[in-house]
């Protein structure tokens, strides 16, 4: 099957798989036609963040299916390291 992923770093990029294939497996060919490392790129389909373990045909991906890959962002504090600096008690 043929699926295709919008980039924010330049045109869309199609991927020939199957729909057995894992999420992760698309990570990795974004990486190897990118440079991204996987960790900073999050694949999105019908507004949900797709898990790296979980394969295609369980998000209901068959083909002809376009994912939009967006970048991670990282940072903040967790809630515990602001109520503990702040001690929201």
Not at 5 to 12: I, L
Not at 40 to 53: H, M, P, S, T
């Amino acid at each position: 099957i043929q699926i295709f992923v919008t980039t924010m770093w330049g045109p869309t990029v199609t991927l020939n798989t199957r729909p057995s294939a894992t999420v992760g497996s698309l990570y990795d060919e974004i990486q190897s036609r990118s440079g991204l490392a996987a960790s900073e790129v999050r694949l999105i389909y019908g507004g949900k963040a797709l898990e790296k373990d979980r394969m295609l045909y369980e998000y209901g991906i068959s083909g002809n299916e376009t994912l939009d890959s967006v970048m991670r962002l990282l940072g903040g504090h967790t809630t515990i390291g602001i109520a503990e600096t702040y001690n929201f008690g």
